[in-house]
């Protein structure tokens, strides 16, 4: 498998790859410097395999390499970030009671 993470602005998502095949995406929106993240999927011939963690971490990567917030609509980022603590830092202090994400603890 030739697996990539890319962005595709205009159609509003993140696509993974395996090759030239897109196996999975999490849709997007921008607006100022937060990031809605309202959906993602990933092929069910292709589960089992980590390709959306592989997607959720390059969503998020991408997100920190822009300096967004994130607004994680989606259960599956949200669970990321549960199981990814170091990441929680991504979703606003004041956003995280909303999504059920614990705050950070200092």
Do not use: N, W
Request: aromatic share 6%; proline share 7%.
């Amino acid at each position: 498998m030739d697996i990539t993470v890319v962005d595709v602005p205009e159609r509003g998502r993140f696509e993974i790859r395996d090759g030239d095949r897109v196996v999975g995406l999490a849709s997007y929106h921008v607006d100022g410097d937060v990031m809605t993240l309202p959906h993602t999927e990933v092929d069910p011939s292709m589960g089992g395999r980590g390709l959306g963690t592989q997607l959720v971490a390059g969503v998020l990567t991408a997100a920190r390499e822009r300096q967004l917030h994130v607004l994680p609509y989606c259960s599956f980022i949200r669970k990321y970030l549960l199981d990814h603590p170091e990441q929680l830092d991504l979703v606003a202090e004041a956003d995280r009671p909303t999504f059920g994400l614990a705050p950070a603890h200092s």
